[in-house]
């Protein structure tokens, strides 16, 4: 057998492992529009379960500053933001978010799992301790694992549990939690946890990716880190903090040194979107009375965020009802483990300012019809 054929068979029985479990993915072609409607593998549907959650990546004041931005100063930004590719506008869109944050500086980086991927790493490192909430998002389970740092892990939310973990720890203390959780939509005891960090000397690190634009909690943390790919509507990461950490960041965050820089059109489709969500606070109330009135349509507890969890359980019942939800026009995926915890398959519901009332009381309609056998699972 070839190092090809050997490397195809290797492939293939992951597959048919995967298959069995169903815990295949494939990839669907998904033409996203305005209004949350796509075209899905040539189905019309309205999406339920994207992260544009202001509707801003179709917006003209924002698609027209990227286009902009690409006829002026080209499709990429040529390298490494170390090398050529710290173009100008890189230092606006720092600065506004810095402002936004009440921070004394900010890095943006590729991708906001680039910025927990070289973040963290640059924080800690052998004999100091992480302590997460467990149901971090996997870029910061990643980036923890990169550190060599000790990993510890606290229940969900629960500041004791943190604290009992935190007290016993060694070297210097991270701890780390999202603001949003983006499988549940609950929202962090920041301020629980900023007067542990404070009380024990550690430091606080959250992410914003769901909550930024959105939900604005009062955030006690040291470093704050986020992205643009959800309510900005565009695409990149940032990390914002205290101005030395930003320099540190420049020489010690492998994903910052080693990765090209943002092309300029997705940097000024960043500021313009900043812009229109400084303008306009009345897009992040639509976008969380849609939710609140799903929630009172399908008779369920009020929301935090404007991502509603519908907890179903087994793996193929919520592909069941995602597969009849398609159907009859409706996008919304399953989510299954490992992406969640074994026994909690779910669909992820969002929404944002573009959904119309009327779509959202057809949606919920068509919902219960389809999980009329499964109602009792719903939470």
């Keep these: 057998m070839t190092s090809l054929e050997r490397l195809k068979a290797f492939a293939a029985d992951k597959l048919e492992r995967l298959e069995t479990t169903g815990q295949r993915r494939s990839l669907v072609e998904t033409a996203r529009e305005a209004g949350g409607r796509a075209d899905r593998a040539g189905r019309r549907v309205i999406s339920f379960c994207d992260n544009d959650y202001l509707s801003?990546?179709?917006d003209a004041r924002v698609t027209e500053a990227a286009a902009e931005a690409a006829r002026d100063f080209g499709a990429g930004s040529g390298g490494s933001?170390?090398?050529?590719?710290?173009?100008?506008?890189?230092s606006v869109l720092e600065a506004r978010l810095a402002a936004l944050k009440g921070?004394?500086?900010?890095?943006?980086?590729?991708?906001?799992?680039?910025?927990?991927?070289?973040?963290?790493p640059a924080l800690v490192g052998k004999g100091d301790t992480i302590v997460m909430d467990e149901l971090a998002h996997a870029c910061m389970h990643a980036g923890a694992r990169l550190s060599g740092a000790e990993v510890r892990l606290f229940a969900h939310n629960q500041v004791q549990d943190a604290a009992n973990q935190v007290r016993s720890a060694s070297g210097q203390v991270?701890?780390?939690?999202e603001t949003v959780f983006s499988m549940d939509g609950d929202v962090a005891p920041l301020a629980e946890l900023g007067a542990l960090?404070?009380?024990?000397?550690?430091?606080?690190m959250t992410d914003d990716a769901h909550g930024f634009g959105v939900v604005h909690p009062e955030n006690p943390a040291q470093i704050q880190m986020g992205t643009l790919s959800k309510a900005v509507g565009g695409y990149g990461g940032y990390v914002?903090?205290?101005?030395?950490?930003?320099?540190?960041?420049?020489?010690?965050?492998?994903?910052l040194v080693y990765t090209?820089?943002?092309?300029?059109a997705v940097l000024a489709a960043a500021i313009a979107a900043l812009d229109v969500i400084a303008a306009e606070p009345e897009r992040r109330e639509r976008a969380l009375a849609n939710a609140a009135l799903f929630c009172e349509l399908m008779e369920l507890p009020a929301p935090?965020?404007?991502?509603v969890p519908i907890i179903i359980g087994p793996e193929a019942e919520a592909m069941r009802i995602s597969a009849e939800l398609l159907a009859r026009g409706y996008l919304v995926t399953a989510i299954r483990p490992p992406t969640v915890p074994a026994g909690t398959a779910r669909l992820r519901v969002t929404f944002a300012t573009g959904h119309e009332e009327g779509d959202i009381h057809a949606f919920a309609g068509a919902l219960r019809e389809i999980m009329e056998p499964a109602c009792a699972a719903i939470s």
């Design 56 to 58: 801003l990546s179709h």
């Design 81 to 90: 933001r170390l090398i050529t590719g710290n173009h100008p506008l890189n």
């Design 103 to 120: 921070t004394e500086g900010a890095r943006v980086f590729g991708s906001g799992f680039l910025a927990n991927l070289g973040t963290i």
């Design 174 to 177: 991270l701890l780390l939690t």
């Design 197 to 204: 960090a404070e009380e024990a000397g550690a430091w606080l």
């Design 240 to 255: 914002c903090g205290p101005a030395e950490l930003m320099d540190l960041l420049n020489s010690r965050a492998r994903s």
């Design 260 to 264: 090209t820089g943002l092309p300029p």
């Design 304 to 307: 935090t965020s404007v991502i």
